[in-house]
């Protein structure tokens, strides 16, 4: 095991301790992760993983690292995961290195990246405070090069079993090709498999040899040579026997290759699923990490897109009249108030405010039934604001929509963009005093169903600028403000 800075992991466990008020032990196990484990499990952690097995809330452990990361003594990065291979297509130290557009070498195929489910964010321990193989890429076998620097173990077959132990089991031969080499790759091409397959994950280089049983056996030689485009050739049919490939390179770079025996009738992998990880969605629906991170942004001249976010407006009714009403000074002190409670309430139910507008606050949630529910409280925080007080200053109306969107940098803040975003505002312009908008594609959550259930739901219909038709909405009634919450 590498040597650790004593010095530098205690200073950050410390400023860690004192960061946040934590649930027992939970630094500590944290800190036995970084003394004891292997190199290969402080490559990327995934805090969902790291949650369930070390017994910590979700939300904290995501707390954890993010804390972590911000005090030098992990590095955050925002990993693109192939879809159909599972392997790390590329890994970024920072959000505004990221592209929607990207190609999986190894699967030679085209993607969009979206933030729910191709961008994952993981920890890595920092070098500073402990040095681990996987800090120098260029120095690894290449084992631990293709099967846990440039994959990810998320990736699961039908039956759970991840498929990179499916992976290492087909591969044959792997090598390192320098600029200019040319290195020899043996393999048996077995009689009745189907076919071998080489590839790269570093250079965009493939091919397939089908494996011909009615061929008699033989020994055979083939030169390939590969550029950081194609293989050449990309592929033919050979007999069962073995099979030396002579692969030359003309890559500039050098990649890591390897030369795969597939079953019969296989030609793609099978529908892989994923085990639950911090995606970049969930990340930039977090408080802690928009407080923490401000100065992440999103570079793509065309954002980055998430398939379906819960976004959720407020506004306060009569809020002119307040300050007329009160005074500058009393009426400006009691927004900030209703603005401190509306954030406590959207951090406690998984979200993040994405900016304030006058006296309006735009929030964002993983989901609608995290928006609905943080809705409902909402309403009711502000309700005992007013308790108390000759007449109700503050009047909360909300609105909560959710759909697709594009997140992008606006101001140098990270926002959201596009149709979804501007329903969302005209719903909650619907809302009267203390009343709760919520759009169909939000309440036809069952999730959402079950939180209303305590509560008088009416449906409507309703004309919103910017929208051809007519829009089925629920108006959640005023007068139920002081139900009890659907827990």
Known sequence: MAAINEKLLDERLAALESARAWGPRVVSKLEAHVRSADDAALLRINPISFAAEKNIPEAEAVD??????????????????????????????????????????????????????????????SSDVRRIAYHDPEHLSIEDY????????????????????MKEKLHKAMAFVEPGQTVTMKVEAEQGAGALRGASVDVDATFVFVIDSALPAADQRIEVRCDENACEPAGGTVAPGNVTFE?????????????????????????????????????????????????????????????????????????????????????????????????????RNDGAIIKTIGDAVMAAFPDAAHAVRAALEMRKEIGSTNKGASQRELILKIGVHS?????????????????????????????????????????????????????????????????????PVFRVEPETASAAISP
């Open 247 to 347: 692969i030359t390179s003309a890559a500039p770079k050098r990649f890591a290759f390897g030369i795969m025996q597939l079953p019969p009738g296989v030609t793609r992998p099978p529908p892989l699923h994923f085990a639950p990880f911090l995606s970049g969605k969930r990340l930039l629906t977090t408080q802690t990490f928009r407080d923490l991170f401000r100065s992440e942004v999103i570079r793509a001249s065309e954002g980055i897109g998430v398939k379906d976010i819960a976004l959720l407006f407020t506004d306060l009714k009569g809020s002119t009249a307040l300050y007329d009403r009160i005074g500058d000074l009393n009426a400006f002190a009691l927004v900030q108030q209703h603005f401190d409670r509306l954030h406590d309430v959207t951090v």
């Open 64 to 125: 954890l690292f993010l804390h972590a990361a911000s005090l030098g003594l992990f590095q955050m990065d925002w990993v693109l995961l192939c879809p159909v291979c599972s392997c790390v297509i590329e890994s970024f130290r920072a959000l505004n290195r990221l592209n929607s557009h990207c190609r999986c070498m190894n699967c030679s195929v085209d993607l969009v990246a979206a933030l729910d489910d191709m961008i994952a964010v993981t920890f890595t321990i």
């Open 403 to 471: 759909g697709a969107a594009i997140a992008v940098t606006q101001n140098d803040r990270l926002d959201y963009f596009g149709q979804t975003v501007n329903i969302a505002a005209r719903v909650q312009g619907l809302a009267e005093a203390d009343e709760i908008f919520v759009s169909k594609d939000a309440y036809d959550s069952s999730e959402v169903k079950e939180a209303l259930a305590a509560f008088q739901v009416e449906p409507q219909s309703a004309k919103l600028r910017g929208v051809n038709e007519e829009v």
């Open 146 to 165: 293709f099967f846990r620097y440039r994959a990810a173990e998320e990736g699961l077959m039908p039956d759970g079993t991840p498929f990179l132990r």
